[in-house]
């Protein structure tokens, strides 16, 4: 079973809108955090934000926020005012406890285009 | 502060030849992982080392790869002998030894071609 999905392949929305990308996870640690990343045509990888699994409050960091429903196992970016230069890749990745919060499992990304 | 360092940034190279990808972690990172991405595959974790140690390379694809950390500054992967199958970009990242809230750290990758 995959760890991490991201059921929307591509995503499009126009600038200035509002945007979500989902993201489902599957684990039975108590224990884990969960990671967005952007990547963009560039090809970097750009870590975004971040929410760890007893953290009562949804993350933010700027326009990003993460909307975070543990009972439902989601962790879905929220992304405000959209701009051009959001345009990219973005991945959303877990690490659990068991296994040391070594490893990061990525999910296999959602395309996102912003039009003017 | 320097992020992730890898070279070289693209590689192209021929069927059967060696070829070694270089990393430098950040400074007071003791964790350091390679990831290959590919269309079809996505981001697969090949190996990681804690405190120089490699402690999982179950993701390395097959005996032609090998990865090496001599000291906490440097590691290496190495491919011999290369094959087109292998061309993907590779990426190093870095982070903090504990704690699920440390990011990864990831350098921009080296774009592999083996023709």
């Not at chain 1, 659990?96 to 490893?103: A, F, K, V």
């Not at chain 2, 390395?60 to 950390?69: G, T």
């Not at chain 2, 290369?82 to 080296?110: I, K, M």
Request: glycine fraction near 8%.
């Amino acid at each position: 079973a995959q760890k991490i999905t991201q059921t929307q392949p591509g995503m499009f929305v126009q600038e200035k809108e509002a945007v979500t990308l989902d993201c489902t996870y599957d684990t039975s640690d108590p224990s884990y955090g969960l990671f967005w990343y952007k990547q963009p045509s560039s090809g970097e990888m750009i870590f975004l934000i971040y929410q760890g699994s007893y953290d009562q409050q949804n993350a933010t960091e700027g326009r990003y926020s993460l909307n975070f429903q543990k009972a439902r196992k989601s962790a879905n970016l929220v992304i405000s005012a959209s701009q051009l230069g959001d345009s990219a890749m973005y991945f959303c990745a877990m690490r659990e406890e068991n296994s040391g919060y070594s490893t990061l499992t990525f999910g296999k990304g959602t395309m996102l285009l912003v039009s003017p | 502060d320097a992020g992730v360092i890898q070279s070289p940034r693209h590689e192209v190279t021929e069927m059967g030849q060696e070829v070694t990808l270089r990393c430098k972690p950040i400074s007071g990172h003791n964790s350091l992982f390679w990831y290959r991405q590919t269309m079809m595959r996505g981001l697969e974790l090949l190996i990681y080392f804690n405190n120089n140690v490699p402690i999982d390379d179950s993701g390395m694809p097959e005996d032609r790869f090998s990865a090496k950390m001599p000291n906490a500054s440097f590691s290496t992967l190495k491919i011999q002998p290369s094959e087109p199958r292998d061309s993907a970009v590779y990426f190093c990242a870095s982070s903090q030894l504990t704690g699920a809230a440390s990011p990864l750290h990831f350098g921009n990758g080296t774009r592999l071609t083996v023709t």
